[in-house]
């Protein structure tokens, strides 16, 4: 992977003393939550409850994907001030969402997700490329996603979301809200200018609305989840032409959008099977 997540990073857990089932002390990894306020140019614009790492993709990717940083905009410094918990992201464009910033929507996502009222209207006519998806990736991919190391094997309580291409993770975020991970993806994408006609989006959660409208809005043409979907989030898919698939476990997924774009290569004599009832990650599906 370009990017992996670093279990071990300081500041991302904490240790705490717990007792267990049978009164016994046993100490524990928890992640840590910390408040982070986006501005953009001189305007505040939301705080989102982070574990903290990578806040100037964070913040880029927040604002592309609420429609105020367009495809066009220069950006001429991204400034993040640890102390006061805060990141600027500065434009060639003035800017002035004040109005946009008075309809918000609190969304499905942990951690309370925000979109703002017309980030529908980025949907409009849009037409992601029919990229197809070979079932032998996405079985490579979740084997190779699922025993990755991670802040969830770790200390739990938290989401992945994982940028692919083909069958290779690229690069693999984590944070309390799916939503972020999404985020810090999308503002790494913008950064390294990044093509996504050819990239997957891998994600822990469900498949919402929120999850696909970004996915979406970042021009990848695939998602693809351990867990389920929402009917809104269908029929985005469907909208914009995403291919969607959930409730990947051992050889079974199901699609609900784009399955003419599926390519059945895998050998599923070759794929283990996994017990229903598994839930290898369990924090992320909810």
Same mark, same amino acid.
């Given at each position: 992977?370009?990017?992996?997540?670093?279990?071990?990073?300081?500041?991302?857990?904490?240790?705490?003393?717990?007792?267990?089932?049978?009164?016994?002390?046993?100490?524990?990894?928890?992640?840590?939550?910390?408040?982070?306020?986006?501005?953009?140019?001189?305007?505040?614009?939301?705080?989102?409850?982070?574990?903290?790492?990578?806040?100037?993709?964070?913040?880029?990717?927040?604002?592309?994907?609420?429609?105020?940083?367009?495809?066009?905009?220069?950006?001429?410094?991204?400034?993040?001030?640890?102390?006061?918990?805060?990141?600027?992201?500065?434009?060639?464009?003035?800017?002035?969402?004040?109005?946009?910033?008075?309809?918000?929507?609190?969304?499905?996502?942990?951690?309370?997700?925000?979109?703002?009222?017309?980030?529908?209207? =980025?949907?409009? =006519?849009?037409?992601?490329?029919?990229?197809?998806?070979?079932?032998?990736?996405?079985?490579?991919?979740?084997?190779?996603?699922? #025993?990755?190391?991670?802040?969830?094997?770790?200390?739990?309580?938290?989401?992945?979301?994982?940028?692919?291409?083909?069958?290779?993770?690229?690069?693999?975020?984590?944070?309390?809200?799916?939503?972020?991970?999404?985020?810090?993806?999308?503002?790494?994408?913008?950064?390294?200018?990044?093509?996504?006609?050819?990239?997957?989006?891998?994600?822990?959660?469900?498949?919402?609305?929120?999850?696909?409208?970004? #996915?979406?809005?970042? =021009?990848?043409?695939?998602?693809?989840?351990?867990?389920?979907?929402?009917?809104?989030?269908?029929?985005?898919?469907?909208?914009?032409?995403?291919?969607?698939?959930?409730?990947?476990?051992?050889?079974?997924?199901?699609?609900?959008?784009?399955?003419?774009?599926?390519?059945?290569?895998?050998?599923?004599?070759?794929?283990?099977?996994?017990?229903?009832?598994?839930?290898?990650?369990?924090?992320?599906?909810?």
């Amino acid at each position: 992977m370009i990017i992996r997540p670093d279990p071990d990073a300081p500041g991302l857990t904490r240790a705490v003393t717990a007792r267990d089932h049978t009164g016994a002390a046993q100490e524990i990894r928890v992640v840590e939550e910390r408040p982070l306020t986006i501005y953009l140019n001189s305007q505040e614009i939301v705080t989102a409850m982070t574990i903290g790492d990578h806040p100037e993709w964070l913040a880029i990717g927040y604002l592309a994907n609420q429609g105020m940083l367009l495809p066009e905009d220069q950006i001429t410094g991204t400034d993040f001030d640890e102390d006061l918990e805060t990141v600027v992201v500065r434009t060639a464009r003035a800017t002035n969402y004040e109005e946009k910033l008075k309809k918000k929507t609190r969304t499905s996502g942990c951690a309370v997700g925000t979109v703002f009222g017309d980030v529908m209207e =980025g949907l409009e =006519g849009l037409t992601l490329p029919a990229t197809p998806v070979r079932t032998s990736d996405l079985y490579a991919l979740a084997q190779k996603i699922n #025993t990755s190391p991670s802040l969830y094997l770790n200390a739990g309580a938290i989401h992945g979301t994982v940028l692919c291409k083909a069958a290779e993770p690229l690069v693999y975020m984590e944070d309390v809200g799916r939503h972020n991970a999404v985020d810090k993806i999308a503002g790494w994408m913008r950064t390294e200018g990044i093509d996504p006609a050819d990239k997957l989006l891998y994600t822990t959660g469900r498949l919402t609305s929120e999850m696909v409208i970004k #996915t979406a809005l970042m =021009g990848i043409p695939a998602l693809a989840s351990r867990s389920g979907f929402t009917a809104w989030g269908v029929e985005l898919a469907r909208q914009t032409g995403l291919t969607l698939i959930g409730r990947m476990r051992g050889q079974r997924f199901l699609c609900l959008s784009g399955e003419e774009r599926l390519v059945y290569d895998a050998d599923l004599a070759s794929v283990p099977e996994e017990n229903r009832k598994s839930r290898r990650k369990g924090a992320g599906d909810d």
